[in-house]
């Protein structure tokens, strides 16, 4: 897969790698078109499957990268790399409160961020989009630092690649955790996928600006990068383990998220 981004510019690599993700959450929706509900303990496996991805992500993928570019830049590493941390969570937070959205276990009267008209379907839209931000930001961030870099400290193309495998991974279960509950409350088969597909349209317009956003200020990587993980950690903790563990199914759920993490370490390692 690493030969589909050789020879291009970063922000073209990061669109790539955007739309590969979007076309995995694209193909989890589909479950609603070509298959029946595989059944919620299995989507809280898969959810819990996605936190783990995301877990081993941002550690591997971009912290430690963040550290390392840190140190090769001769500064303290842990100054950028807590500072941005906090700042990606923070920033999620902000997001989390000025965007109206619904938890797909929750009914609609409990929809959080400011009071609304939006239907049901629109707020769990606006829901796993909100994952998905940070997930198309991480991208972009990854394929920048690897050409500033070229080969130096850091986070480098085949680890970049890795991310986007891994973060298409646990797109899947996003894409079905839109689309198989508007489903089941009786929207139309194709209309669900619309939504579900919906979701992540963001990321390779997040991916883009990552990627623009490091190229220009190249002193802000180390930054970027632990920014893109604080941002990934806190959908993790706020939105992918609660909603797992909400159905009745926590040890599944939990050994999901362990094989998710395994999943993206191993990767990570062999290919970054």
Same mark, same amino acid.
Do not use: K
């Given at each position: ?9 970063? +922000?073209?690599?990061?669109? #790539? ?46 912290? #430690?990268?963040?550290?390392?570019? *840190? ?18 969570? /923070? ?52 394929? /920048? ?11 480098? #193309? *085949? ?24 489903? !089941? ?21 997040? *991916? +883009? /600006? ?37 159905? !009745? ?5 939990? *050994? ?6 395994? +999943? ?6 062999? #290919?970054?």
């Amino acid at each position: 897969m690493t030969a589909l981004f050789l020879d291009r510019s970063p +922000v073209v690599q990061a669109l #790539l790698a955007g739309t590969f993700t979007w076309a995995v959450t694209a193909v989890g929706a589909l479950a609603v078109v070509l298959a029946r509900d595989p059944g919620r303990r299995i989507l809280d496996v898969l959810l819990g499957f996605a936190a783990g991805v995301m877990i081993a992500a941002s550690f591997f993928s971009l912290l #430690l990268p963040a550290v390392e570019q *840190a140190r090769a830049a001769g500064g303290s590493a842990w100054f950028p790399v807590t500072v941005g941390f906090l700042l990606g969570g /923070g920033f999620l937070a902000v997001l989390d409160r000025v965007l109206p959205h619904l938890h797909p276990s929750l009914p609609v009267e409990r929809a959080e961020g400011p009071r609304t008209a939006w239907q049901r379907s629109t707020l769990l839209v606006a829901a796993i989009t909100l994952h998905n931000i940070p997930e198309g930001l991480a991208l972009g961030v990854a394929f /920048g630092g690897a050409a500033l870099q070229g080969g130096g400290a850091g986070t480098t #193309l *085949a680890a970049a690649v890795a991310l986007t495998v891994g973060i298409g991974l646990q797109n899947l279960p996003e894409g079905m955790a839109v689309a198989l509950p508007l489903r !089941g409350e009786g929207m139309g088969r194709g209309r669900a996928f619309l939504y579900g597909q919906a979701s992540a349209l963001v990321e390779p317009i997040a *991916a +883009v /600006g990552g990627a623009a956003a490091v190229l220009t200020f190249r002193p802000v990587l180390p930054y970027a990068l632990a920014f893109a993980a604080g941002a990934m950690i806190y959908v993790v903790v706020e939105e992918l383990i609660p909603e797992s563990h909400a159905h !009745g199914h926590p040890d599944a759920a939990t *050994a999901g998220a362990l094989s998710g993490f395994a +999943v993206m370490m191993c990767m990570d390692l062999a #290919l970054g």
